[in-house]
RNA sequence: GCCGAGGUAACAUAGCGGCUAUGUGGGGGCCUGCAGAGCCUCAAACGGGAGUUCAAAUCUCCCCCUCGGCCCCA
């Protein structure tokens, strides 16, 4: 099966072929590092984290890297305004943002790059581009010169002409041409600086990616990824700086996912409608969040609300309720012969893959655990069930799993309750039942369901579980 | 204005030339002392209009509407 991604370059559905046969290199942005990352971030992070993993899962060894801005406009505002230095402000967002998305389940990337450490290699870059006539400086400042291009606007597909003719933008007359983007920004005062040979100042917005992604991944890399807000103008600026520097393809396959709206807003920070992972995290599990997140396919729009994580969280149950009810069947399975499920589990995980390969299309692979899961329910009705096939679906589940991070680990009991206690106290409820005692019976029930034990009567006698 | 992503049953989402989808919700049934879970089943759909085709939710054209980008933003 192939691997097929829509790559926002060439606006099409392309078959995935990394650069390297085995190693596959993926940057994906990350955050300005001076305020609690929202639900958007937590879209885009647990997106990536699929993709990685389904990119992982193809056989490729993935080099992941996310990168922390911490010297842009909101960070040198906020140090200003907490009388902080910039590092301790990213420290603790850093820190805040390791605590959000590890609660999420996201896996942590292999490199996170700090813009902050990588100045020298920046101001070279910038260096390297004026060298190069690609980039010129004017009054302390360092800007791109889109003119000196050929392909401005490949990947947001914008024409030069277009882009002027609409523009409102105020045009800086330190500028040659109004869309020429900075490169070096000399400081205002009061400000944080570094040194440059043009001024005290900073870098300018895109270039830091341009050269930590390129550090750490080699000047033509396979994947970048990102939201789909990014598109234009700071990925786009990214391709130009970068080619201008090497010469060669800068990213093979760009990614981008939708963005989360609140209502008909998107969430952002401008707009002050975003709720922070930490107060998602307060209303609801995080493996519902997740799956809320991921029962849609990564470049659509989520709308964020009550009503879609309620209905989200019920939907998740009914998978959770059919994983634990397999999980409760380990003990009381026989060693049935072959009774050919053990094949319907590993259908279900092709079926789990091609959805994946398709873009990976998270809806479509869970969608297809609820074909799954309602086959595993029908079998679990039958007379009985193999061993085998109880440990084939287990399996199925614990890949999906592994995959999306949806489900909750099996429990185990404690509080000293034992399997044999739990069997007495069936027993005692059904001798209860039995004489239409059922106030004692519900009692039983009620005492067990305090000590995280749910009884639920079927058909072919009364099984339990660990709520 | 220019670029991009979309408009699918009550709602949320897949599908993207022939197989009528997944979940939540709703109706009916099975099971049941009650509860829970599950199973079976029913109702319900492709923004509008032309066209291509034996066949269109899926392709083409036109129109309408929504969202995003063009200062910052995952």
Redesign the pocket.
Known sequence: MTLMVHNTLS?KLEEFVPINENEVGMYV????TYDDSHM??A??AVTFDVIRRHIEKKGYKVKYAINF?DI???CIERAIELDIPLKELADKYIDEYFKDMGALGVRKADIYPIASEHMAEIIQAIEKLIGNGFAYESGGDVYFAVDKVENYGQL????LE??Q?????DVDDKKRNPMDFTLWKAKKEGEPFWESPWSEGRPG?HIECSVMSMKYLGETFDVHG?????????HENEILQSEALTGKPFVKYWLH?????VG???????LCNFFTIKDALKQYDPLVIRFFLL???Y?????FND??LD?AS??L??LQ??LD?VRGMVDRSVDASDDGFADVAKKAIENFDA?MD??F?T??A??SI??F??DV??Y??GEKSSRESIEAIIRAFEEFNDRLTIFRDAKSLDGGLTDQQIQVMIELRQDA?AKKD?EL??QI?DKLKDMGV??????DGV?WKLA
């Open positions: 606006g942005c990350g955050i300005n958007g971030h879209k885009a801005t842009e406009d909101h947001s597909n914008r024409k277009d882009m003719a609409g523009a409102r933008i917005w990102g939201g789909t807000e990014l598109v234009f103008p700071h996912g939708g963005l989360m709206n008909d807003d998107k969430m952002s920070k401008s029962n849609t396919q470049k659509k729009i989520i709308d009503k879609a209905e019920r939907s149950e009914r309720n059919t009810n959805a398709n873009d299309n809806r479509d869970i969608a609820f074909d899961s309602k329910n029908k679990l009705e039942r059922f019976a519900d029930r749910v009884l639920e009567d079927t058909a099984k």
